[in-house]
């Protein structure tokens, strides 16, 4: 069993800057890669960047490639989300994921609000 929990959403204007964290308990030594996906009421979640357990591979979603920065520190279990240059686009639900099969998601955090005004 795994537990995610997200922190450090919140209101802030275009061109604001944010950091999400993501804590991670339980058995997290069978968790090889973390991501961060989010969701906006009325769509469909979608993928927003990831990292591997080394953190040596990132992938990232192109809306935010230069603008987002995803992170990890093993020694204090955590995953963060460094988002620049916000737009109002960015505004939804993150969600904190982890996989242990490197391919599907088998834990979810429980989300935390982003909202980005004009």
């Known amino acids: 069993q795994v537990q995610l929990v997200e922190s450090g959403g919140g209101l802030v204007q275009a061109g604001g800057s944010l950091r999400l964290s993501c804590a991670a308990s339980?058995?997290?030594?069978?968790?090889?890669?973390n991501a961060w996906f989010r969701q906006a009421p009325g769509k469909e979640r979608e993928f927003v960047a990831s990292v591997s357990r080394s953190g040596g591979t990132t992938y990232y979603a192109d809306s935010v490639k230069g603008r987002f920065t995803i992170s990890r520190d093993n020694a204090k279990n955590t995953v963060s989300l460094q988002m620049n240059s916000l737009k109002p686009e960015d505004t939804a639900v993150y969600y904190c994921?982890?996989?242990?099969?490197?391919?599907?998601?088998?834990?979810w955090g429980q989300g935390t609000q982003v909202t980005v005004s004009s």
């Open positions: 339980g058995r997290t030594f069978s968790i090889n890669v």
């Open positions: 994921a982890a996989s242990r099969s490197s391919v599907n998601y088998d834990y």
